[in-house]
């Protein structure tokens, strides 16, 4: 059995308001074994973030509450620059 020409792919609705189904892809190479292809087809699919969203949408966070998350986090990274710069 040959793998060429053999695509993994899955649809997912986007859980931005519209609903716009979008799919991956993953085309298996010839020789390639299909256990590389489902490592590539994952990395894909986590940098979507569809996961990621789904867990944050699992319980309201008050706008307040996510702005302050964002400012802790900036100057969290930020302190990390300037650390490195030194």
Do not use: C, W
Request: without cysteine.
């Amino acid at each position: 059995m040959s793998l060429l020409g053999l695509i993994i792919s899955s649809t997912f609705v986007a859980l931005k308001r519209g609903g716009v189904t979008h799919m991956l892809q993953v085309q298996v190479k010839e020789g390639e074994s299909i256990d590389r292809a489902l490592k590539r087809y994952k990395r894909k699919f986590d940098r979507t973030g569809t996961m990621r969203q789904l867990r944050s949408r699992q319980q309201f966070t008050k706008p307040s509450v996510a702005r302050r998350k964002e400012k802790i986090k900036a100057s969290y990274i930020q302190s990390l620059r300037s650390n490195e710069e030194e």
